[in-house]
C-alpha cells in the first residue's frame, strides 16, 4: 500500500497530507487507480514536496497493470469479396470505420523494405546480427520515439527509396482508388514505425489520425505491417464505426503521437476489432476512425510496420503531410541515395487546397508536461522492473 510505506523520518514531510494519503489508500482498495493518482497528483504536482511524488511515481508503476487498455478484439470484416464493387466497398469502410484486406500486396516488396531496414538496425545494435537479423530481435533497451537515440535509426530509415516508393505500389494504388476515387494520391509523408517488444507502456494508444494530419477528413490511412503480425504481437485494432462520433479530446500518452483520444460515454457500445495480420495484408481507415496498437507481448522481437496516406486530387491537406516524418531531414537529404528520380517530388504535379494547420485540433490540455514526465518516469522504472527480473541485469 503506497501510503504506508513511509518510514517515522519522512512521516513529518507528508502528515499534513495524512487526509488525502488515507482518500488515495481507500480508492486503490476499491481498485480505482485512475481516481487514486489523481488525487495523488493533485497534492503532488502542487505541493512539490519530494515524498509525495516518489509515491506518486510508485503508484503508476503499480498501477500500469490495471490500467492496461483490457481489449479482447473481435475479429475484422475481410473485405476481398469486395474489391471491384467501389460501391460496396465504400459502403462498408464509411459504415465500419475500416477495411481489411488479405494478402494483395507483393510479399518480395514488403520483405526487400524490411531487409533494409533490418540492416540498419542491426548496424546499430538495437537487434541481432546474422541469420536472425530477417526476425529483428531486440538487444537494446528500447528506443522512443523522440529521444537521439532512436533518432540515429530513424533518420537513415526514413530515406530509403524503398520505404516510399512503396506508397505508390501498384495493387495498393489500385484498391486506393477503388476506395477513394481515381485522382488518389498518397502523401510523401511516410511512416515508419519500429516497435520495441517489452514495452506495452508505449503501445499507440486509441487515438485519431484527424488531429495530427487535419485536411480532408476522408484522407485514409494504410496500416501495413512489413512480417507476419498477431494480435499479441502488436497489430492494430480498430474501434469499429468510430469514424461517426466526430473529433475527439485528446490527453498525453507516452506511445507514438503522444496523444490518445478521450472516448464518449456513447461510444462505449463499440466493439474493437483486429487481426492476426500475414505480410501482405492491408488495414484502411480515414482519420476520424479510432485505432490502437495492440500491446506486444513478445518479449524478443520488434514489430516493424508502415502507415501511408491516402486522399484525393482537389482536396485540403496541411503543409505537414508534404514533409518527411518528424521533419528532421529535407526531400534533398532523403533523396540523396535513390536509384529513380521518378517519384521525387511527384506531388507538386497534383492539385491540391493547402489549408492552415489549426493547432487547437492537436493541443494537449495543460498538464501533459507533468503527465509526460511522470509517464516517462513509471515506465522506465517498470521496465527496468521486469528486464532485472527476467535476466538479472540491466540493458544499456
Ligand atoms: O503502428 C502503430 O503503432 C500506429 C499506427 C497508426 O496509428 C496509424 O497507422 O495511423
Ligand atoms: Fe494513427
Known sequence: ????????????????????????????????????????QKVARSSGNEELMRRLIELRVEAIP????KIHPEPMFEANSLLDNTVGLRQRLAQDGYLFLRNILPA??????????????????????????????????????????????????????????????????????????????????????LIFPDSPELATPPHQDFPNNQGTPNLTAAWIPLADCDIKEGSLAVLEGSNQFGVLPLKFHLGAGNRRAVLSESMRSLRWVGADFKLGDVLLFPSHTVHKAMENHNTETMRLSVDFRYQLEGEALTKGCLQPHFQRLSWEDIYSDWQSDELKYYWRKKHYVEVPWNEDLHRLPDDHVDEAYEQTLAYNIALTRRQQKRTGRDQD
Open 1 to 40: 500500500m503506497i501510503t504506508e510505506k513511509h518510514t517515522a523520518s519522512d512521516g513529518a514531510d507528508i502528515e499534513p497530507y495524512r487526509k488525502v494519503l488515507d482518500e488515495v489508500d481507500r480508492l486503490i482498495e476499491a481498485g480505482d487507480y485512475e481516481a487514486g493518482i489523481a488525487a495523488m
Open 66 to 69: 490495471s490500467l492496461a487498455d
Open 108 to 193: 518480395e516488396r514488403l520483405l526487400e523494405l524490411r531487409d533494409q531496414i533490418t540492416q540498419i538496425l542491426a548496424e546499430l545494435k538495437w537487434i541481432k546480427l546474422g541469420s536472425e537479423r530477417m526476425q529483428a530481435r531486440a538487444i537494446c533497451r528500447p528506443r522512443r520515439e523522440g529521444q537521439p537515440k532512436f533518432f540515429q535509426a530513424h533518420d537513415r530509415i526514413v530515406k530509403l527509396e524503398a520505404l516510399h516508393s512503396l506508397a505508390h505500389e501498384h495493387t495498393l494504388i489500385d484498391v486506393m482508388r477503388q476506395v477513394l476515387g481515381d485522382s488518389v494520391f498518397p502523401h510523401p509523408l511516410s511512416i515508419v514505425r
